[in-house]
């Protein structure tokens, strides 16, 4: 056998000895899989106009959608508050994966409980389980709080959480005044984008319940949405709350909770927003959300309440923080900071420096909403070309506003908007109108396999790299980060064709 002890080959080089080529040569003859040539020929076909507008018209079927459920975004605003252990009603397996998509993203492990329904709770319905579970949860973990979300088998049975969790408390199964907070995350609509606005409303509504606005205090709240950077972007707003002055409360912060270091103890809970902080972010000036898409609901919950609100879409390079710093600015009635100042300057200056690279390249872009809407404005101040712009979870307000921010710009008049579109169709479109670069998560790894457009990993969720999360993309700095993860991806494309020739495979770029 190809492996031994004393030299370990990972799985990659592994089943490329010859005893493995064999093997998978001997199950695809037992599969009795249709020849090379048949194949060929419907990959030519999948290639096609002809089946890009079938596939478009598609409407029946899901491929590879670029989102995932409700509850992970819930979960993931969960652990962004002291103390607060997520809980999800509904079965173990959707509790594992959305902890095991976290993780894989993060590096770093998710505690989240499940009131793991089986087939009997599915049946008779999950009160027993959730009352259990409360109990088992409050006694065993300790939480300051307990965050309630529910998945598709609690929504379909109908599960009312209101009066199962009143019921574990007359059970004393749970205190009479311990803070349990709810939402409801159907996954058969929506995405973890309407989980996470779910579950943040549900904190406030549980803080807020029968308080009204006061004296309004000179502090902002900035609700930064569900963001696979958050531990560089939230990180980074803190600075920039610093260099201002301003006294702001980041609503849901999981940097701590998806960052916590490595020094001997373990923290099942680190950091994340005070519920004195939400208590107090009734009065605040203005709350402001980092991603509208991700906090429609919350936002008029808070407009309700007769605070202002102010909604960006993924604030990324030069006019997405401008925008975000002079609504600061305005907020406040601060000055927007020399420094500050100073690193837009060096943002412009080193884009002018690598104009020449990034003049004129073509790219398509899937993620969330707010983050396709932020990258395609940054991609146009960079002179690149917007292609195709696909979001599973975007809806017609988005692709409305997506096609208002390609006017603006000439670079934008290639661009065409896919809302409710997945990653087959983003195959289609690729295959029959190819760009020089793909911009989305690792999931786009497959479309850069099949048609051979190089990939740029810039949103949620990372698995195949390490610790992007850690370094921001929003504000002047994370701009920086951005515009040097696409220039590097660009001269890497270049020497790798240069070497190919020899010609022009230079030192200075
Ligand atoms: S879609 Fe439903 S069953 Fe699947 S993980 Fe989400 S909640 Fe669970």
């Keep these: 056998m190809p492996q031994v002890a004393d030299k370990i080959k990972d799985h990659a ?3 490329n000895e010859p005893e493995y080529q064999e093997l998978f040569e001997r199950k695809k003859a037992f599969e009795c899989g249709a020849s090379d040539e048949v194949v060929a020929k419907q990959s030519d076909y999948i290639n096609s106009w002809e089946y890009r507008e079938k596939n478009l018209a598609r409407q029946a079927l899901t491929v590879n959608p670029a989102k995932a459920c409700q509850p992970l975004g819930a979960m993931f605003a969960s652990v962004g508050f002291e103390k607060t252990l997520a809980f ?3 079965s173990q397996g959707c509790t594992a994966y959305f902890r095991s998509h976290l993780a894989r993203h993060f590096k770093e492990p998710c505690a989240a409980v499940s009131t793991s329904m089986t087939e009997d709770a599915a049946v008779f319905g999950g009160l027993n389980n959730l009352i259990d579970g409360l109990q088992n949860a409050y006694t065993v973990y300790k939480p300051k709080v307990i965050a309630v979300s529910t998945t598709c088998i609690a929504e379909v049975i109908g599960d009312d959480l209101t009066a199962f969790i009143q019921n574990a408390r007359t059970k004393e199964a749970i205190p009479q005044d311990f803070p349990v907070v709810k939402a409801n995350t159907p996954s058969f609509v929506g995405s973890h984008i309407n989980g996470y606005d779910a579950l943040i409303k549900g904190v406030f509504t549980c803080f807020w319940e029968g308080k009204e606005r006061g004296e309004v205090t000179p502090r902002v709240n900035i609700i930064p949405g569900f963001d696979g950077y958050a531990v560089g972007n939230n990180r980074e707003l803190k600075r920039i709350f610093a260099e201002f002055g301003i006294d702001a409360a980041i609503i849901s912060d999981v940097s701590d909770q998806f960052d916590t270091p490595t020094d001997g103890k373990y923290r099942m809970f680190d950091g994340g927003t005070t519920y004195q902080q939400v208590e107090e ?8 959300s980092m991603q509208k898409y991700c906090t429609e609901k919350t936002l008029d919950f808070v407009k309700e309440k007769g605070q202002p609100v102010h909604a960006f879409h993924y604030p990324i390079g030069i006019k997405g923080t401008d925008d975000l710093l002079m609504t600061l600015s305005e ?16 943002l412009v200056d080193a884009m002018a420096d690598s104009s020449n690279w990034l003049h004129g390249k073509t790219y398509s872009i899937f993620g969330d909403p707010d983050f396709v809407y932020g990258m395609a404005q940054f991609i146009m101040e960079l002179g690149g070309e917007p292609v195709h712009l696909l979001a599973t979870n975007g809806g017609k307000e988005w692709e409305a506003e997506m096609k208002a921010l390609l006017a603006t710009s000439p670079y934008g008049a290639k661009g065409q908007v896919w809302p ?7 195959r289609s479109l690729l295959a029959t109108e190819p760009c020089d670069f793909l911009i989305g998560s690792s999931y786009g790894k497959y479309l850069e396999k099949d048609l051979g457009i190089p990939l740029i990993r810039l949103t949620f969720p990372i698995f195949d790299r390490h610790h992007h999360h850690r370094f921001p993309t929003w504000g002047y700095q994370g701009g920086l980060r951005v515009l040097v993860t696409i220039l590097d991806k660009i001269l890497d494309e270049l020497d790798r064709e240069t070497m190919k ?9």
């Design 331 to 346: 907020i406040t009635g601060k000055p927007i900071p020399e420094s500050l100042e100073m690193e837009r300057g060096r």
């Design 88 to 90: 999800n009603h509904g």
């Design 420 to 426: 409710g579109k997945d990653l087959w169709a983003m």
């Design 501 to 509: 020739t020899g010609i022009s495979f230079d030192l200075v770029r």
């Design 13 to 15: 080089r592994l089943f």
């Design 281 to 288: 972010a009734i009065n605040a000036s203005a709350t402001i």
